[in-house]
């Protein structure tokens, strides 16, 4: 116990003395979550947009100026002709173009339809698409409240579902994103470059001549990583409350559970990775392609495992960020516990075990 | 006793990775309280000979022991009795002289008294009083080694492996290196030193010279130097070297 103390004690040394881990350590989690949460974002923000109102009645006028109210939208121009829209979308003032049809009003009110185009600019095919659904959703939101004023049922196309959270925040969907990658990256990477520093200093090998077991070795060494990244993952939870309002609907003892079990999983990762690279280079270089990357494009935080090819839906099982996300989400957005949740722990559970596994295997070969 | 008494006894020990023979069939023994002097070139299987019997290496065949405890089955009582310092080693850079001291101490199981006691003793004998909280990064090679080898010296083992404990180090420091050496000899504990440099080579009670796997002569340096017929141990090398 003495001895683990010690071990302990020096790691946090190494760390706290090495400004760069550091950096890593406690810069990256604030500057991800916030990079994420206000730039990074699907989310749209007073875009430009003009419109085209070839009907000027009151219900059109009602419409640009709900329209011009939203946060998301800001009216840059009324332009008079059809023949103006090619010419200021080639300009890229704006984003979008909304065309009224002659007698929208009228229409609306005597065949209880009428429509409204919405052109958008495609060089940017996903916001086109976000502004698309915008607009349906707010011309849907008019027409809703028309209809509970006067009851005969008005339609105004084109319509289109909204298939965002009912907020409309992205920063929802990022949160649990951001901190499985964060915890992964310091988890498994920051572990995987200090033990191979050890290595290549040659420390490695006195510690191994000395009475230390190796797995007293590798258990000194990771512990401190333990403490900091539930420091972590503690602070991201509370910038998403606090500066994102994101809410967490279910237990956070049960978050928190997870979570160190998540950060466990990335330790044995991170060992694992330590036992095949013999420098520091390699140790990094195998995080992050390793790592990072799968993380970030093929768990589910940025692009749907759903609409990915079979192949690419297979290998994504294998990802242990895959589970943690799902796990988050459920605790976090939809406030679920540990009954609806069981699988996903098994498997990160399983998951840390084999890590473990190969991990004291390779170990054995090495020192052969 | 009449004789003193053996504290590393190997017999046709052997390494093998693959086809590879990388220690092949040495023999030798070291007494307690003795300089034994592990030469050999680059290459020529030294490390991994040291490795086996410092207990992080199994040997392939032959049987080794070590402060009296088997290679195969003891290693754990093995590392418990023995010192090691390497040509790398490598003092925590970014550890103070203290701290490295405490950390070391430490895993050998030193109590916090004893580590005191021990830094103390230590950090008065090199001098080091000015430099006890200075990052050991800020001290000069020298300093390091002597350091690093004293700190191997902490729990009092019965023998201390040195693997090119002066690789990089100016000849005065060396010599001042060698008279800590001395001085642990003295005080009982047996050295084991592998080294490049042949004057080194004068200073050990026995040297083992090892070509290609397996060693070619072993005696007194005096001794050595009679049957090959030279002056100096660097021509002795040599001779054998070059086959």
Redesign the interface.
């Known amino acids: 116990m003495k001895r683990f103390v010690g071990s302990v004690r020096k790691e946090f040394y190494h760390i706290f003395r090495d400004r760069r881990s550091l950096f890593i350590l406690f810069g990256m989690p604030i500057v991800q979550i916030l990079l994420f949460g206000f730039a990074i974002t699907n989310e749209i923000n007073n875009v430009d947009i003009a419109i085209l109102d070839q009907s000027n009645d009151v219900t059109s006028k009602e419409i640009i100026n709900k329209i011009a109210a939203s946060k998301h939208f800001s009216i840059l121009d009324i332009i008079q002709q059809e023949s103006s829209i090619e010419s200021i979308f080639k300009k890229g003032k704006v984003k979008a173009v909304l065309q009224f049809e002659n007698n929208f009003g009228r229409h609306l009110i005597k065949e209880k339809q009428a429509t409204v185009q919405i052109l958008t600019d495609a060089t940017d095919p996903n916001m086109a698409n976000t502004i698309s659904n915008y607009i349906s959703s707010i011309l849907k939101n008019y027409q809703q409240e028309l209809n509970n004023t006067v009851s005969i049922d008005y339609q105004i196309v084109p319509q289109s579902r909204m298939v965002y959270n009912a907020e409309l925040k992205s920063v929802y969907m990022f949160v649990p994103g951001v901190m499985t990658v964060i915890l992964m990256l310091v988890s498994a990477m920051m572990t995987s470059i200090s033990i191979t520093r050890e290595k290549e200093q040659g420390t490695m090998e006195i510690l191994l001549v000395s009475p230390l077991k190796p797995f007293q070795v590798i258990i000194g060494k990771v512990f401190p990583y333990i403490f900091l990244s539930v420091i972590n993952a503690i602070v991201i939870v509370l910038l998403s409350i606090f500066i994102f309002n994101v809410p967490v609907k279910g237990s956070l003892f049960l978050l928190g559970f997870e979570s160190i079990l998540f950060i466990i999983t990335s330790l044995a990762l991170g060992i694992l990775i330590s036992t095949i690279s013999s420098t520091q280079q390699t140790a990094m270089m195998i995080s992050l392609m390793g790592l990072m990357l799968p993380t970030i494009l093929l768990s589910g935080f940025i692009f749907p495992i759903s609409s990915m090819p079979l192949p690419l839906q297979g290998i994504s099982n294998i990802i242990p960020a895959k589970w943690f996300i799902i796990i988050v989400k459920g605790i976090m957005l939809k406030g679920v516990g540990i009954g609806f949740l069981l699988k996903e722990t098994l498997i990160l559970f399983a998951m840390t075990l084999v890590f473990m596994g190969i991990s004291v295997k390779k170990y054995k070969i090495r020192l052969e | 006793m009449m004789k003193a008494q053996n504290v590393i006894e190997v017999d046709n020990l052997s390494k093998l990775f693959g086809d590879f023979v990388a220690v092949n069939q040495i023999s030798f023994h070291v007494k307690a309280g003795e300089i034994f002097g592990f030469l050999g070139a680059n290459g020529a299987g030294k490390t991994t000979a040291m490795k086996m019997l410092?207990?992080?290496?199994?040997p392939s065949s032959g049987k080794a022991t070590v402060a009296g405890f088997d290679v195969y089955k003891q290693a754990?009582s093995i590392?418990?009795n023995?010192g090691?310092?390497?040509?790398?080693?490598?003092?925590?850079?970014?550890?103070t002289v203290k701290?490295n001291i405490?950390?070391?101490g430490?895993?050998?199981?030193l109590s916090k008294k004893q580590i005191d006691q021990k830094r103390c003793e230590l950090v008065e004998e090199l001098g080091l009083q000015e430099v006890t909280n200075s990052?050991v990064a800020s001290l000069p090679l020298g300093w390091k080694q002597k350091l690093a080898f004293s700190v191997s010296l902490l729990h009092e083992p019965k023998i201390v492996?040195l693997d090119e404990p002066t690789g990089g180090v100016d000849p005065i420091t060396r010599r001042q290196f060698w008279e800590l050496i001395y001085k642990a000899a003295h005080n009982g504990t047996t050295i084991f030193v592998t080294t490049h440099y042949m004057d080194e080579a004068e200073y050990c009670d026995r040297v083992s010279i090892m070509v290609n796997g397996k060693i070619d002569a072993l005696d007194t340096p005096k001794k050595l130097k009679e049957q090959y017929k030279t002056d100096t141990m660097n021509d002795v090398f040599l001779k054998l070297a070059r086959g």
């Open positions: 410092i207990g992080i290496s199994s754990e590392k418990k023995i090691y310092m390497s040509q790398k080693f490598a003092l925590y850079d970014d550890l701290e405490t950390f070391f430490g895993i050998y199981g990052l492996f």
